[in-house]
C-alpha cells in the first residue's frame, strides 16, 4: 500500500538499543522476583510485539498498532508477574514493579515523535489492561484489583509516564513559541526551493513554463471535445486575465475583464464551468457559437480558465463537459507549479538586477568618479608649459566620463521595469529616449499597446530583448537615427529596434554576444528574434511573439528618415 513507502527500511540503532536495555532491565526484575524461568516468556511476547514498531516506526497503522500491542501485553505481564511474585512480604502486588519500567519505552517514542495525544492513549490502555487483569486474577482467594500494594505500584508508573509525556508536551510547546520569534525564511526558501528542484526534475519534459503545459492542456482537450478555437487565461494585476496560450486559425480578442458580464467571470467567481450562446470574444464576427469556459482550481484557489468555443449549436452537452473537466481537473495543478515556480524566477532576478545595480553604484562607479576628481587636480596644478601632458589629461579625462556614462545607463537598464500600470511600451519608450540622448541619437517612436497584458515574465524578457537592441545600436551601429516600434496585443507582440548606421557586418564581437543573449531570451518566451539588413543602411531586430491577424497592416522596418 502507498504508506508503506514511508516506512523506515532499517530500524534506528538508538531505538534498537533502548528496547534491548529495558527488555534486559524488566527480563532481571522478572527473575529476581518471581525466581522462575518460565515467567521470561513474556519478555519473550514484548519483544514481538514491539517488533514491527520497531521496524516501521513511520507507518500510520503499524506502528501505533505494535505500541498498542505492547501495552496490552506490558498490563497482563504486570499482573500475571505480580502473582507469582515471592517479594513484598505482607504488601502483596508489588511484583508488577518488575515489568512496569517497560512502559517507558512506547511512551517514550509517542513523546520523541510528537505524538502526544497517541501516548496519553497508550497510557489509557495501559491502566485499563492493569484494572482488568486484576479483577480477573486472584492471589489466595482475593481478587488482585483489591491489594493495595498491586494498586499503588500501577499507579505510580502511570503516573510517572504521564508526568514525562506532560513535559516533553510542554518543552516541546516553549521551543515552538521560541522558535516563531525568530523568522527563518531563508532556510525554509532552501528547503522548498530543493525540493522543488527535485520534482522539476522528475516533470515530464522537466518543464515549468506555463506557456508550454497550457498549449499542452488545449491539444488534449481538442482531442475529446469540439474547439475551433481556445485559449488558457490566467490572472494578471488589476483585476485582468492575460493569455496563455491559444489554439485554431485566427487570433481572437478575449474578453480578459473580470468585472464584465461574461461567462467568463461567472466560472471564475463560481468554480463551476459555464456554457454560454455567445462567444467570449470582444470581436466575435456572429453566427451560431457554443462556448465552454472550465475554472482551472488548485486546492481553493482558482489559477486560470479553459475557454473553448465551436462555431455550432449546443457543441457541449454534458457528457462533453464531463470529459473536458477531467482533463483540466489535473492540469489546474500543473499550472499553478509553473505561474509560482514563474513567480519566483521573476522575484530572484529583479532582486540579482537590484544587487548588481548596487554594487557597481557603490564600487566602480564610486572609484572612477574619484580618478576624474583626481585627474581635475592635476590639470589645475600644470604650471608648465607641457602642452604634450595637459593634452593627455585632457583626453583621459573625457574617457573616465565616457565610462562613467556607460556605468549609469548599466544602472538605468538594470533597474528598469514594467511597470504594471505604465505597461510593456512605456518601459521601452522611457530607455529608447534614454539612451538615444546620451548617445546623440535621434529616436522615433511608434507605440501600439491594447489595454490587455501580457504575463510578467513575457514583458520582463521582451524589456530585455528592446534593452539589448537599443543598446547594440547606440555602442557598435554609429547610427544618427533610431526607430522604435512595440506593438502589444496579447498574446501577440512585436518589437522592432531598427538603425540607419553601418549594419552587421562590421560590428564588434560583443556585439554578436548580445544579439546570442537576445536569441536565448526570446526562445525562452517561445518567441522569434528576427535579424536583418535595413535599406539603404542599417540593420532591423525584431522579436515576434505569437501571431496577429493584423500583422499585415504593422509598419514596415524601412521606415522614411525623417519620421
Known amino acids: ?31 529476581f522476583a518471581t525466581r522462575d524461568v518460565t515467567q521470561l516468556w513474556w519478555i519473550a511476547l514484548l519483544a514481538v510485539a514491539g517488533l514491527p514498531s520497531l521496524l516501521a516506526p513511520q ?46 519505552v512506547p511512551v517514550t517514542v509517542t513523546a520523541l515523535r510528537r505524538h502526544f495525544s497517541e501516548g496519553a492513549a497508550l497510557l489509557a490502555v495501559t491502566a485499563a489492561t492493569l484494572l482488568v487483569s486484576g479483577a480477573l486474577t486472584e492471589v489466595g482467594g482475593e481478587r488482585q484489583i483489591g491489594q493495595l500494594g498491586y494498586l499503588a505500584v500501577c499507579a505510580q508508573w502511570l503516573i510517572l509516564a504521564a508526568l514525562g509525556l506532560y513535559a516533553a508536551s510542554t518543552l516541546h510547546r516553549v521551543m515552538a513559541v521560541r522558535g516563531e520569534g525568530k523568522p527563518q525564511p531563508y532556510a525554509e526558501a532552501t528547503r522548498l526551493l530543493t525540493q522543488l528542484r527535485t520534482v522539476a526534475r522528475q516533470l515530464p519534459g522537466a518543464t515549468l513554463d506555463p506557456g508550454g503545459i497550457s498549449e499542452h492542456l ?27 496560450a ?40 456572429g453566427g451560431d457559437v457554443s462556448a465552454l469556459i472550465v475554472p482551472l482550481v488548485a486546492g481553493v484557489r482558482t489559477v486560470g480558465l479553459v475557454v473553448l468555443e465551436a462555431d455550432a449549436a449546443h457543441a457541449y452537452p454534458p457528457p462533453v463537459v464531463s470529459r473536458v473537466t477531467g482533463l483540466t481537473r489535473p492540469a489546474a495543478l500543473r499550472l499553478e507549479a509553473a505561474l509560482l515556480f514563474d513567480e519566483v524566477r521573476s522575484l530572484a532576478t529583479n532582486e540579482e538586477r537590484q544587487r548588481l545595480a548596487r554594487e557597481i553604484h557603490d564600487g566602480v562607479a564610486q572609484e572612477l568618479v574619484m580618478v576624474g576628481y583626481g585627474i581635475d587636480n592635476a590639470l589645475a596644478t ?157 540593420t532591423t531586430v525584431a522579436v515576434v511573439l505569437g501571431t496577429s491577424s493584423r500583422r499585415d497592416n504593422v509598419r514596415g522596418s524601412a521606415a522614411p528618415e525623417g519620421e
Not at 538508538?14 to 529495558?22: K, T, Y
Not at 488534449?220 to 496563455?244: F, I
Open 382 to 538: 600644470v604650471f608648465d608649459d607641457a602642452d604634450e601632458t595637459a593634452e593627455a589629461l585632457r583626453t583621459l579625462r573625457g574617457e573616465v566620463t565616457r565610462v562613467i556614462t556607460e556605468l549609469r545607463l548599466s544602472l538605468f537598464e538594470l533597474r528598469s521595469e514594467v511597470d504594471r500600470q505604465g505597461g510593456l511600451a512605456a518601459a521601452i519608450a522611457e530607455y529608447a529616449r534614454t539612451v538615444g540622448a546620451s548617445g546623440g541619437l535621434r529616436v522615433h517612436l511608434s507605440l501600439d499597446e491594447s489595454t490587455a497584458r501580457l504575463p510578467a515574465a513575457t514583458e520582463a524578457e521582451l524589456l530585455r530583448i528592446a534593452q539589448e537592441a537599443v543598446t547594440n545600436a547606440r555602442k557598435h551601429a554609429g547610427a544618427s537615427n533610431l526607430w522604435v516600434t512595440c506593438e502589444v496585443d496579447p498574446p501577440y507582440a512585436q518589437i522592432e529596434v531598427s538603425d540607419d548606421g553601418q549594419g552587421m557586418a562590421d560590428q564588434r564581437p560583443d556585439g554578436r554576444y548580445g544579439l546570442a543573449i537576445m536569441a536565448e531570451r526570446a526562445e525562452r518566451i517561445r518567441g522569434r528574434l528576427e535579424i536583418r539588413p535595413r535599406q539603404p543602411s542599417g
Open 246 to 285: 491559444q489554439a485554431g486559425v485566427d487570433r481572437v480578442d478575449w474578453e480578459t475583464t473580470l468585472d464584465a458580464d461574461s461567462a467568463i467571470a461567472d466560472a471564475w467567481a463560481s468554480q463551476q464551468a459555464q456554457t454560454a450562446a455567445r462567444s467570449q470574444s470582444r470581436t466575435h464576427r
Open 1 to 31: 500500500m502507498p504508506a508503506s513507502t514511508s516506512a523506515a527500511p532499517h530500524p534506528h540503532p538508538l531505538a534498537a538499543a533502548a528496547r534491548l536495555v529495558m527488555l534486559a532491565l524488566v527480563a532481571v526484575l522478572t527473575l
Open 59 to 104: 507507518h500510520r497503522l503499524i506502528g501505533p498498532l505494535s505500541r498498542v500491542a505492547e501495552v496490552v501485553v506490558l498490563g497482563l505481564a504486570a499482573s500475571q508477574v505480580a502473582e507469582v511474585a515471592s517479594i513484598g512480604g505482607t504488601v502483596d502486588g508489588l511484583g508488577a514493579s518488575a515489568m512496569l519500567p517497560y512502559l517507558a
Open 218 to 244: 488545449l491539444e488534449e482537450l481538442r482531442t475529446v471535445a469540439r474547439a475551433d478555437r481556445g485559449a488558457v487565461l490566467s490572472a494578471s494585476g488589476g483585476g485582468r486575465l492575460v493569455v496563455l
